[in-house]
């Protein structure tokens, strides 16, 4: 009983207080993460109490994981099955993972098939002053389609009041959405969100490629890269000024780097005020200062 305690303390000394007790039964259990949204089950975890008590756990909105033990390994056939077990978890955590990221996928393409072409008065788009372009709509929802290598895997929803929510369990790291047409030669735009996306292709003309987050602009490079090696990639960063560490213009810079590629950061006038961060937030207040 020691064991399955101690293992508690360790998820909730990561997660925070729990309602409820693992089950130590050597199969992986999906979890309600304290700090998620209601009704989700983004956790995961795995324990054994025979033998050597060992556990593992984790998060796959995060991506982080956590590897617990009662001791360190006696014996060379102790660290043996541990071993054993830790590579038995990550098949079962991969394949768990893979079936989420199918079901997203078939869940995307229904919902995509069935949406309607996106209103040019929904809120969201009149408070962006972006065209809808591709986008569709569900009821008051506008679909922002994922993709990776040019398939179809996820979509970010748009409420009327411009909450945003991805498909709970869909692939984002590599993907992204794409606006006009990606051709040798030219320019391709890489940038965080699609309002972004949306007004640096207004405003150039150029193909875009929205990667959602700071955190997935390398992944999605890279993917583009492979895909498309012919076009000139430039990174379009955000400039989180107001957010410690910056991460907007910190992910750009690194990612163009490692990319080898262009990159862009919004020049901002004298005048706008420091609450301002990419290139829509910039467009839209020249057009308001015009």
């Known amino acids: 009983m020691d064991g399955l305690?101690?293992?508690?303390?360790?998820?909730?000394?990561?997660?925070?207080?729990?309602?409820?007790?693992?089950?130590a039964d050597g199969h992986l259990h999906r979890v309600h993460v304290p700090g998620d949204r209601p009704g989700t089950r983004n956790g995961w975890y795995v324990l054994h109490l025979d033998g050597l008590p060992w556990g593992?756990?984790?998060?796959?909105?995060?991506?982080?994981?956590?590897?617990?033990?009662s001791r360190a390994p006696a014996t060379l056939l102790e660290r043996e099955h541990l071993r054993q077990r830790i590579e038995?978890?990550?098949?079962?955590?991969?394949?768990e993972q893979h079936q989420r990221q199918q079901a997203a996928a078939e869940r995307a393409t229904r919902l995509?098939?069935?949406?309607?072409?996106?209103?040019?008065a929904h809120p969201y788009l009149v408070a962006k002053g972006c065209r809808p372009h591709t986008l569709r709509q569900?009821?008051?929802?506008?679909?922002?389609?994922?993709?990776?290598?040019?398939?179809?895997?996820?979509?970010?929803?748009?409420d009327l009041d411009g909450a945003k929510r991805f498909l709970s369990g869909g692939l984002i790291k590599g993907c992204c959405s794409t606006l006009g047409s990606i051709a040798a030669g030219q320019p391709?735009?890489?940038?965080?969100?699609?309002?972004?996306?949306?007004?640096?292709?207004?405003?150039?003309?150029?193909?875009?490629?929205?990667?959602?987050?700071?955190g997935n602009l390398l992944e999605a490079g890279r993917r583009l890269q492979r895909r498309h090696p012919d076009a000139v990639l430039i990174i379009a960063g955000d400039d989180d000024r107001q957010t410690e560490g910056n991460p907007g213009r910190t992910s750009a810079v690194r990612a163009a780097a490692a990319l080898g590629c262009g990159l862009v950061l919004?020049?901002?006038?004298?005048?706008?005020?420091?609450?301002?961060s990419d290139f829509n937030d910039l467009r839209q207040w020249r057009e308001a200062h015009a």
């Open 138 to 158: 569900q009821a008051g929802q506008l679909l922002v389609p994922l993709s990776r290598d040019g398939q179809l895997v996820n979509l970010q929803r748009i």
């Open 266 to 276: 919004p020049e901002w006038p004298s005048r706008a005020p420091v609450t301002l």
């Open 112 to 120: 995509w098939r069935d949406a309607r072409r996106a209103d040019p």
């Open 5 to 23: 305690s101690d293992f508690r303390a360790a998820l909730q000394a990561a997660w925070g207080p729990l309602d409820w007790l693992p089950v």
């Open 188 to 214: 391709l735009y890489l940038c965080e969100g699609w309002a972004t996306g949306a007004s640096i292709h207004e405003e150039t003309g150029a193909a875009v490629a929205c990667a959602m987050n700071a």
């Open 56 to 69: 593992s756990f984790g998060s796959w909105k995060t991506g982080t994981s956590h590897t617990w033990s």
């Open 88 to 95: 038995q978890a990550r098949h079962q955590r991969e394949a």
